[in-house]
């Protein structure tokens, strides 16, 4: 009988630890979303009204760390002053994190898990937002923007935008090109190439002068692979980006095999850094900014760099820009620059009455006309919505100006392809444009191996 | 109820909540974690049963097979030349009369730094520019060397920082049987005329030999793990040549275009190697008389 007795309070004592561990804090946890992404998460009514202003936190992912990003984290930190002090208990918590790390590695992990931040630096593009909205992980704010009276400011919304609902808004816009050092350009008398012929002199003049012609940094993939995506546009023309994921233009037909081809070229050449490999972004604009290098292909978004002192040293405001040149028998309109609307902020479609308010006030002081502005002004971005002319006439930034002009001269854009392929496409897209700069295969091969991921999709 | 604790029912109903937290945290989502190796989950969308195609697409990549050679590479380099300067420096200090704790400490003290602090460091003093050992071969005329972009030399340079991580772990380890040993069987055996050497080779080492077989399987174990260092110095670069099982796993789970069901495939691969490792090494020269 004491057995019996001591074993039934064993059990007791047993069965209550367990069922303890068990509970949960009848909170607003939520189970984590394992995984069909069927269950699409109900969006909450929208509403601008809470009943009762109780404190609550909003977290907001961004990517605007480092010196480099200075200007765009000030804005960004005046727009959550500002929502903070509309919105009744509002608090944001920031979260800073790297770029590629926030794209590629968080972000990727939390949609899985179903728990992404409320409010997060968004890349557009079917790798990214169509993917995630898709699944039902992002808001879907075309009714917010209605709302908000904002439908028709936006300038380009593609990335972001399926089946008519929209799940990401661009912060501005950029173009990618060169940016040169003139002082270097002046004592080696060599002019702002005009001409691709022009460009491949500048860059031998520059490598014959112990330079290196352009500064990379490729230990992440995307650096180079901005080079090779704008001669992609010019060598196969500007539809081929597009057409990749459409079946009209193949990575491995001869015109976009010339542009890997070109890119070889210049790496057998020398004109690249040596060790480039083993060299971050962030050591791609050390070396152009220490005067080792004379061009440094980069976006637009970049500008701000060259006329901050504390930054660009020796070459503050001694930065000139210039678009890709065309090549010599490319096809398809030659003016076409590289023009993206593709990053930006999504939102959660797991949000709180009260964190929905936050979001649209974030949304409204966020995309205004003062804070774009100020985008284009003090950071050098592109704006995302339409400014008046009489705020546009206010840039007086030579590299912001001389951008507006390529811009406004060009005959319209191509995108960044990692926005328009899928992600399997990408991401050996990327490995093979490394193995082409380790020398590991050559242009054919490459068109061939991506091509042949393509054809799987 | 003079004795409960004779009782064996009071054992078994006091392991049973262990029993059910560890099955509840370990065994079941390790079982289901396990099915979605045979899915093509890629963490957003319906996944659908796949069979073994997702191992048979890590096996049929040439990147995953060097992978596992670089792993091979880190158990050579462990068992091979990091356990035998283990022990030479273990004997060495072992012997030091005058600052051993000093020296115990030092070589403990990279063991207790991040691997993420480790990396950073040593990226710096392997920077091709502004490093010091590049600087110091400079003063031989040794062109630079770009340690950790150079496909010959970023393996190595991660094998050595990776050792210079743990040896010291080990030497105290070590050190630790080599102190604990009785002094008069040395005494006595520097009596009967042998050497330094001798007294090491023939006494100590075969002394400590159940040690020295920890040390063997615990830096097999470690070989078979390891990622943080390369995820830190190199990420898998250039172009695959440091790339080991475990950062391809987190390159393929997640990184551009993640796949879960891949990712959980070829984590059960490496448990797979570790275990046959571990259970070879056991079996053959991890074998001890009793």
Known sequence: MKKMLMTVIMFVLVSTTVLAGCGNNGGNNKPAGTNNGNEATPTPTPTTEVKKAEPFTVSLRHIQIGEAQKFRKAILDDVVAKTEAEVEGLTFELDGVEDSVNRFTKLPAEMAAGNPPKIFDLFGGAGDALKYGAAGRLLDLAPILTELGLSDSFLNLDQFTQDGKVYGLPIGGNTEGFYYNEDLFAQLGIAEPTTFEELEKAAQTLTDNGYTAFAMGSKGAWVPAMLVNTLIGRYAGPESISGFPAGTAKFNSPEVVAAFAKYEEWLKKGYFTKGELGFEYADMLNEFVGGKAGMMFDGSWRSSVFSDEAQAGALTNKVGFFSMPAVPGGVGDQTFVNGNYSNGYGFSSDLTEQELVAVKAFIKNLYSEEMQLRGLLEDGLLPSIKLSADSTSKVEDKIVKKVISIMGASGGAFSHFDSTVTSAVYKEAEDQVLKLIAGKETAQSVGDKIQAVQDTQ | ?290
């Open chain 2, 1 to 290: 109820m003079k004795h409960p604790l004779r009782n064996p029912f009071v054992y078994i109903v006091m392991i049973i909540p262990t029993l059910i937290l560890y099955s509840l945290f370990f065994i079941y989502p390790m079982l289901t974690s396990s099915y979605y190796a045979f899915t093509d989950w890629n963490g957003l969308d319906v996944y659908k049963f796949i069979g073994f195609d997702n191992f048979i697409k890590v096996f049929s990549d040439s990147d995953f097979i060097a992978a596992i050679k670089n792993n091979m590479y880190f158990i050579l380099f462990s068992v091979g030349l990091q356990v035998p300067l283990i022990i030479f420096f273990a004997l060495l200090i072992a012997n030091v009369k005058r600052f051993q704790r000093l020296y115990k400490t030092t070589v403990f003290i990279p063991s207790i730094l991040s691997t993420s602090v480790i990396g950073i460091l040593w990226g710096f003093v392997l920077h091709p520019n502004i490093g010091p050992v590049n600087s110091f071969l400079g003063i031989f005329g040794i062109e630079p060397i770009f340690w950790l972009a150079d496909e010959k030399w970023a393996l190595p340079a991660i094998l050595v920082v990776n050792a210079w991580q743990w040896v010291g772990f080990y030497i105290v380890l070590v050190l630790a049987a080599i102190l604990a040993l009785p002094k008069e069987m040395n005494e006595a055996a520097e009596i009967d005329g042998a050497t330094g050497l001798q007294r090491a080779w023939y006494l100590t080492v075969p002394l400590i030999k159940p040690i020295i077989s920890v040390v063997v399987m615990l830096s097999i174990a470690g070989a078979m793990r390891v990622v943080d260092i390369v995820l830190v110095m190199t990420n898998g670069g250039p172009v695959g040549s440091t790339e080991v099982m475990a950062s391809y796993l987190v390159n393929e789970a997640m990184g551009v275009n993640p796949s879960y069901g891949l990712g959980t495939a070829i984590s059960l691969i490496i448990f797979a190697f570790a275990l046959v490792l571990t259970a070879i090494y056991q079996l053959t020269f991890g074998k001890t008389k009793e």
